[in-house]
């Protein structure tokens, strides 16, 4: 089973649109959680940390559900350039230097 | 200008070959991990390196070494590579707290292709 699973999408929206991606964890004692979002063949950059309490950073806005192992990223008033895969990233509490990355759900937003 | 470096960008080479893949960070970060990305996979990590002399595998070691003997680089070594390894290589760096809190910072990846 994979420790971390995302839906591949790809999810498409038109622009000003609201719209939530989620991804699931299997290892109950995972301790952090992120988002990362990566352009076509470009590198992931860190689009942002997701806290306990959730967490709201523009737009962009990150929860938590511990009990049900996962964790959302909602985008809202999407833009054509948020046209992108987010990458959703877990790191375990035994070993806080390794990282699992989900697959990718691939958001294209559209004029 | 802050960055993380990876050279070659591209290769194409032949089974059996050794070959090495340079990382390079100029943020004087203590951690530095290597990944390669294949669809429908994501990323998987390959080795990563909390400090100079520190190194420790990650979930898909096989077939990879690497060393840290200077702080800013961490080069990727395949032995005898094989053409399962084609893939996205990325490396990236952060931070001593790289789970808690520190950002990694990832290079522009090197996309090798072994026939």
């Known amino acids: 089973r994979k420790e971390v699973e995302q839906d591949p999408g790809p999810f498409n929206v038109p622009e000003g649109a609201t719209v939530a991606f989620n991804c699931t964890y299997s290892n109950s004692a995972s301790q952090s959680f992120f988002w990362y979002r990566q352009d076509c063949r470009k590198e992931p950059k860190l689009l942002m940390s997701?806290?306990?309490s959730g967490n709201e950073d523009g737009r962009f806005t990150a929860q938590l559900n511990r009990a049900s192992q996962y964790i959302s990223l909602l985008i809202r008033d999407s833009k054509l350039s948020d046209s992108a895969t987010y990458l959703c990233v877990v790191n375990p509490l035994y070993n806080f230097n390794k990282f699992y990355f989900g697959s990718g759900t691939k958001l294209n937003v559209k004029p | 200008e802050a960055q993380v470096t990876q050279n070659p960008r591209y290769l194409i080479t032949v089974t059996g070959k050794k070959l090495t893949v340079t990382c390079s960070q100029n943020m004087n970060h203590e951690y530095m991990s290597w990944y390669r990305q294949d669809p429908g996979l994501g990323l998987r990590q390959i080795y990563y390196?909390?400090?100079?002399?520190?190194?420790d595998k990650g979930d898909v070691p096989e077939g990879y070494k690497v060393s840290r003997k200077e702080k800013r680089n961490f080069p990727l070594i395949l032995e005898s590579p094989s053409p399962n390894q084609t893939s996205l290589y990325f490396c990236?760096?952060?931070?001593?707290?790289?789970?808690?809190?520190?950002?990694?910072?990832f290079g522009p990846g090197t996309r090798l292709t072994v026939l």
């Open positions: 997701v806290y306990s």
């Open positions: 990236a760096s952060s931070g001593p707290r790289a789970g808690r809190g520190d950002t990694q910072y």
């Open positions: 390196s909390m400090n100079v002399e520190v190194t």
